[in-house]
């Protein structure tokens, strides 16, 4: 199998997981040899891991995995014409140096990087084999709504490339509901797109309050003060000002902000006056799912011009952490269908903090409240999230896209299944 993911550990947050967990899956469970063509370390701090600096090409093996890097341009700032210059180094460099291998039986991808997408395009057609893409955001819509310099001009080309990589694929993977509509008006037809929801990626933490109390000790939340915190990509899409200005206009709470991303410089500037904001490193790996549990809200925020289609990979770790969330995005789309539909949360409009911070107090106020309500998410994680279940969803499209394309490759005859062009 060759799995095309810009983004695959040793990042942790975003889609990264997703397709780390899913390739060693493969490899474990399916017994394939398993390549993933992946680019340099850099989310969700827009810079390039030290450990990699300066490398063009990498191979190496992970897990029974083997991974080879290309490298490509980071924008540290973003704006379109240097988005589009990311996406265009990563095509060239993974076109000139594609992964030597042999022949794959399949070729998957992760989207919405959409050089990812036409590099897997391509090389299922080389070789004639299934193609299955797994959408987890679409840059079309992106763009026009991602508030960077020159957003709306990049969103037609990049519908266009989308529209040509989905229309190429065998079955197209979506792991929301909310981007069905979407897929089909770029022209793939409904019987070929699958529902292939992500999971809760993150160990469910330790029901020990005594190691509860550890970590908000550690951390210098046990002030007296409801900590709302906010894990994950700090980005303009996030629209995370509005947690900047909750914690300016409720004093009484603790507004936590723990990531990294294009905006962390920016938002650490309008945090520094206000003392109940503060800014945090990603938590490493280990520590991660204790330090979600230690907080008293769980927080993900979008700005209100965003067409929310995607599921944040935050929410299925907030779900999985047992604490009570409040999303701040649009009524529709997919993080507030699942909010309601976890009973996990409440939902705010977004980019109110005055809203925000109520909805906070009225928690913080209501403990028995809070902890059904954390509950409830944790119970949906078990029920409707769960790896095992995440990951049959996608290994069942591969089978059925690999038996799809099976009764093609055999008319075409022998010349096809050694690897001629299809």
Do not use: C
């Not at 988005?83 to 060239?92: D, H, P, V």
């Not at 904001?277 to 991660?288: I, N």
């Not at 906070?360 to 029920?383: H, I, K, M």
Request: proline residues 8%; positive net charge.
């Amino acid at each position: 199998m060759l799995l095309v993911s810009t983004n695959y550990a040793p990042e942790q947050a975003g889609i990264g997981p997703y397709a780390t967990q899913l390739a060693e899956h493969l490899a474990a469970a399916r017994h394939s040899e398993v390549h993933v063509l992946a680019g340099m370390p850099h989310y969700p701090a827009w810079r390039v891991d030290p450990a990699w600096a300066g490398r063009w090409r990498a191979v190496e093996e992970r897990a029974g995995v083997l991974v080879h890097r290309r490298r490509h341009t980071v924008p540290l700032r973003q704006t379109a014409a240097r988005r589009a210059l990311y996406e265009a180094t990563i095509l060239a460099h993974g076109l000139l140096a594609p992964p030597r291998m042999a022949r794959p039986d399949a070729v998957l991808a992760q989207m919405p990087s959409l050089a990812g997408g036409v590099l897997a395009a391509r090389l299922a057609r080389r070789h004639g084999v299934p193609f299955l893409p797994v959408v987890q955001d679409l840059m079309g819509a992106a763009a026009a709504q991602s508030g960077i310099s020159g957003g709306g001009r990049a969103a037609g080309g990049a519908a266009a490339a989308e529209r040509r990589v989905l229309r190429a694929a065998t079955l197209v993977g979506i792991i929301h509901e909310s981007f069905r509509a979407r897929v089909e008006a770029l022209g793939v037809p409904p019987e070929r797109v699958r529902l292939v929801p992500n999971w809760a990626h993150v160990p469910v933490p330790s029901p020990d309050p005594a190691a509860r109390r550890a970590t908000r000790a550690r951390l210098g939340w046990d002030t007296g003060r409801p900590v709302l915190l906010h894990s994950g990509n700090m980005g303009l899409k996030q629209g995370l000002d509005v947690l900047v200005e909750t914690a300016r206009v409720a004093p009484d709470l603790r507004v936590v902000l723990m990531g990294d991303g294009s905006r962390r410089d920016h938002l650490a500037a309008l945090a520094a006056a206000v003392p109940n904001a503060e800014l945090l490193p990603p938590a490493a790996e280990s520590d991660f799912p204790a330090v979600l549990a230690a907080a008293d809200i769980l927080v993900v925020t979008q700005r209100a011009a965003v067409l929310d289609m995607s599921v944040p990979s935050k929410l299925t770790s907030y779900f999985t952490a047992g604490r009570p969330v409040i999303a701040s995005v649009a009524p529709t789309g997919g993080t507030a269908d699942e909010v309601r539909r976890s009973g996990g949360g409440l939902l705010v409009t977004p980019e109110d903090p005055v809203r925000l911070a109520a909805a906070a107090r009225e928690l913080a106020a209501d403990p028995d409240r809070a902890d059904t309500l954390g509950a409830r998410g944790a119970a949906y994680a078990r029920t409707h999230l769960s790896r095992a279940a995440g990951l049959r969803r996608i290994t069942d499209a591969l089978d059925e896209a690999l038996a799809l394309a099976a009764p093609v490759r055999e008319a075409l005859g022998p010349a096809t299944r050694r690897g001629a062009p299809a």
